[in-house]
């Protein structure tokens, strides 16, 4: 029972009232703010996956599905109105746990403390969910990503490899939420 109500408590309600409440927190340079995506985002969001990702860039009809209220939910960092960064996360059937699938800034908007605000509103969200875990895929050959993680209390928990289109592993990193 508990599975299918992770499934269903993971909504863009629960993304907008975690997206202000960090907007309230001072943590962001003014002029930014989150707010849970919706379906007329999906544009400005396959925009960042392509300027971040090499390969495995997200794909379209995944991200427009992931934005229709299907058991996740994309927080969107805006700068103005122009979106610049996002956090994806996921629920899965038969889990209690939330799969961060993708935090991504566009280049000119990172090295200043902004990706740390992705995983504040990720751990915000998964906490509101009532998540046991999140967790995670991470390029074995991005320091910064599992710098990033290991601050925010992920462990690595088992290596993937191959995994990634490039034939390059990948590390799963969990962090407990209980
Ligand atoms: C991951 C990402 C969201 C981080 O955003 P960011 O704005 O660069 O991150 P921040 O400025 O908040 O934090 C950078 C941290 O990494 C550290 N860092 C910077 N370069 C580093 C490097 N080469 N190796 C290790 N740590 C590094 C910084 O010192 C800082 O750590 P600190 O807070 O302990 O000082 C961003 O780099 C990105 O979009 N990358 C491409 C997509 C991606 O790989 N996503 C992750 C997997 S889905």
Avoid at 107 to 112: E, F, K, S
Avoid at 142 to 155: E, F, N, R, S
Avoid at 163 to 168: A, C
């Amino acid at each position: 029972m508990l599975e299918r109500d992770i499934m269903q408590r993971l909504t863009r309600e629960i993304c907008d009232m975690a997206a202000m409440d960090l907007n309230g927190r001072g943590l962001l340079p003014p002029g930014f703010r989150y707010r849970a995506g919706t379906v007329r985002d999906l544009d400005a969001i396959m925009n960042i996956g392509l300027a971040c990702f090499d390969s495995d860039e997200p794909e379209r009809h995944k991200v427009r599905h992931f934005l229709s209220d299907a058991h996740a939910v994309i927080g969107v960092l805006c700068e103005g109105e122009r979106i610049i960064g996002y956090a994806h996360l996921e629920a899965h059937m038969g889990r209690k746990n939330i799969y961060l699938n993708t935090t991504a800034l566009l280049p000119a908007y990172r090295g200043r403390g902004l990706g740390d605000t992705l995983y504040i509103l990720t751990e915000d969200i998964a906490r509101a969910v009532k998540a046991s875990s999140i967790w995670c895929h991470v390029h074995i050959k991005d320091p910064l990503a599992i710098h990033l993680l290991k601050k925010h209390g992920y462990v690595i928990e088992r290596t993937e490899d191959p995994y990634y289109d490039d034939g390059q592993g990948a590390y799963v990193m969990r962090k407990s939420m209980q």
